[in-house]
Each structure stands twice: as structure tokens, then as C-alpha cells.
């Protein structure tokens, strides 16, 4: 039995993270669309929800873990789900416990994608700070200190969502490993061809990454 993985894939918008997930499985994928935006591509998932709470997205997130049917799941995205956290703090708690409430909701998050019995992908936005050497890089976005460029470290593989312009077109890709400019990182075993980027196509990357962990 092979452990299951959690991939941060982030980005700008408009960079393709969504659209990296139109080739997954319509059948054994579920698909929580937190963003409750309309996806990229024509939408097949027959296990498919869009919350309109965090609360309800979380318990989406149980139901799925538990559900025999679904191998996979795309979590879209972290960074709706905790702006809706955010919301509920302010509307609730008072001064410092509107922070208390947040980076609890973070850690008990980040709890569930480390334990989630199944391979999930999730989707954030990233901001640019200091890191403790004082460079600059892209880290996954977060509203205050406490969990401040740490959320990467939960997370198997960070890959970062982009676009090129080739011969006139544009070109969706993945970036696996950092050029010390962002927090991107994936074990070397896992590597395309040993390229740090890849082609914008998450159903793909996990089927290279079930056939690794399957024959070696």
C-alpha cells in the first residue's frame, strides 16, 4: 500500500491551476470548488460540490476521504477557504480572538491534508515575502504572521502554475522545483525526464507518480 501525496499547486490567477485538473478522472475524482467559480473546462465529475461555507467544505473534504468510489481529490481552493474563515472570525470574535480563530482553522486544515487517506490536490494563491536568509520569494498566501510562509512545508510536492507566450501562444506549465524566487519543491525520484517544469496536466504528473511509487 502506497502512502497517498498532497500536492500545493499555486499561482496567479489566471496562470492555470484549475485548468491543470481538466484531464482528471470524471469518474474516481472528486472535486470540491470552493471558489464556486465556473471551471475552465467542460465539468464530467460525478463527485462534485461547491460549498458555500467552509464548514461545509470541510465537511465535504470528511465525506470524500470516506468515500470508497473517489481515489483522488482537487481542493479549489485553499485560499477561498480561509478568506470564508476569515469572514466567519470577523463576524464571531472580537480583536485578538478574530486571529486566534483563523490559525486555529488553519491548523486543523493542514492537519487533514496531512492524514487525508487519499492523493489531494490544492489550489492557493501566493504573496511575496522575506524569507529567514532576507531574500524575496512567491510562498502560499496568508493573512497574518503565525503560519506566514510555513504552510509549504505540509505539503509533498509545491508546484507553481504559469504561462508563457511561444511562437505567439500561450503555454500553461508546472514549475516542481524552486529557482530560489518561490517555495516550489518535489523529491527528485518524481521528476519528468529530471525537468524542473512540466506540462499544465495534474491527472498526468499523478499517474507518473502512481507508476514510480508502483514499480520501484
Not at 500500500?1 to 499555486?10: A, C, D, E, N, S
Not at 484531464?23 to 465539468?43: A, Q, R, S
Not at 518561490?182 to 512540466?198: G, H, R
Amino acid at each position: 500500500m502506497t502512502v497517498p501525496y498532497q500536492v500545493m499547486i499555486v499561482g496567479a490567477p489566471g496562470r492555470g491551476k484549475t485548468y491543470s485538473f481538466r484531464n482528471m478522472n470524471p469518474k474516481t475524482c472528486g472535486f470540491i470548488n470552493m471558489e464556486g467559480k465556473p471551471l475552465p473546462f467542460i465539468n464530467k465529475f460525478e463527485h462534485y460540490a461547491i460549498p458555500n461555507t467552509w464548514q461545509e467544505t470541510y465537511n465535504k473534504l470528511i465525506e470524500f476521504a470516506k468515500d470508497p468510489n473517489i481515489t483522488e481529490v482537487v481542493f479549489d481552493s485553499f485560499s477561498a477557504y480561509m478568506d470564508s474563515v476569515l469572514k466567519t472570525a470577523r463576524e464571531t470574535k472580537k480583536n485578538f480572538d478574530v486571529w486566534n480563530l483563523y490559525n486555529e482553522e488553519i491548523a486543523k486544515l493542514m492537519y487533514i491534508f496531512k492524514k487525508y487517506p487519499k492523493d489531494i490536490f490544492v489550489t492557493a494563491h501566493y504573496e511575496w515575502i522575506q524569507n529567514e536568509g532576507g531574500a524575496i520569494e512567491k510562498r502560499i498566501k496568508v493573512k497574518g504572521k503565525e503560519h506566514e510562509g510555513m504552510i509549504e512545508k505540509e505539503f509533498t510536492i509545491v508546484t507553481f502554475a504559469d504561462m508563457r507566450v511561444k511562437d505567439e501562444k500561450r503555454e500553461y506549465y508546472l514549475k516542481l522545483n524552486t529557482d530560489g524566487k518561490d517555495s516550489a519543491k518535489c523529491p527528485p525520484i518524481f521528476l519528468v525526464n529530471e525537468q524542473d517544469t512540466i506540462s499544465n496536466d495534474c491527472n498526468a504528473f499523478l499517474e507518473h507518480v502512481r507508476n514510480i511509487l508502483t514499480t520501484n
